[in-house]
C-alpha cells in the first residue's frame, strides 16, 4: 500500500486533523505536538482522541509522524534549553500512548559551538532520561541538512546517537529527502548506492518514515530549503524512483512542501499517478 500524507494544523483537535486529511486523499499525516515555536501542549482531550481513533481506523488512517517542535534542542548550551527538551519529551512521549504505534520525529539538536561529540552526547542522555521500557510509540532521529552546528547531517552522527541510547529499540530514522540532499547525499542519480551507504552506517531496519520533500538547492548545500515537489532541483522522474523504490515504497510518507491544503491534494494526487497507486 502506498501511504501518502502531508503535515497538516493540529488546529481543532484530532478527529479534524483526520477528517482534514482523509478529504484531500491522504492515509497518514503529521502534526506538530504543540506549537512548533515551543510552549506548553494543549491538554489532552480524550473523547477527541478516541473519537479520532475510531475515524481512523474506518479510514485507514495510520503510521503518524507527529513531530516535536523546532525549539526543542537537546544538544542545546543553556540549561533552559536542555530543560525544555526534558520536558517536551516526556509530555509528549506520555500524551503519544493515547495514538499507540505511531512515530515521534525530532531534529536531534544545533551544538552550538560546544562541537559535536558533546552535541551527541547530551542527545542521548536526554534520551536515557526520557524513554521508557513500556512505550508504545518509536521516536524517530531525522536526517538533516547540516547547517551550521545542526547534529545529524551525516549518517554516522546518528549512528553514534543510536549506539549510546539505553533503549535504542525504541529509536528508528525519519529520512528527509530535502535534507539528505542538501547534506550531499545523491539521492537523484545514485539512490541504492545512498541507501546501501545508509544500511551500512545505520542499518535499514531503522528506516520507518520519510519526508519527502524537493530543494530548493544545489546538492550538498546545507542550507534546508524545502520546495513544492514539481518546483525544486530534484526531477520528478527522481522523485519516482524515491516513492516506487522496494526499500522505502512501503514506508510513510509525508510531504513537508510549503503548501496550502488544496496544494498538498494536487501534490498526493500527482504522486499517486506516478506511483501508479
Known sequence: MFRIGCHISAAGG???????????GANTFAFFTRNPRGGGAKAL?????AAFLEFAAAHDLDRLVAHAPYTLNPCGEKPQVQNFARTAF?????????????YYNFHPGSHVGQGVAVGLQKIIDVLNETLFPD??????????AGKGSEVGGRFEELRAILDGAALADKLGVCFDTCHVWDAGYDIENDLDGVLTEFDRVVGLERLKAVHLNNSKNDRGSRKDRHACITEGVLPLEAIGRII??????DLPFILETPNDEAGYAREIALLRELRGA
Open 14 to 24: 484530532y478527529l479534524a486533523m483526520g477528517e482534514r486529511v482523509a478529504a484531500i
Open 45 to 49: 482531550d480524550e473523547a477527541d482522541v
Open 90 to 102: 516526556q509530555e509528549d512521549l506520555r500524551r503519544m500512548e493515547h495514538t499507540p504505534g505511531q
Open 135 to 144: 512505550m508504545r510509540t518509536t521516536v524517530l532521529l531525522e536526517t538533516m
Open 244 to 249: 516506487r523504490h522496494p526499500t522505502l515504497r
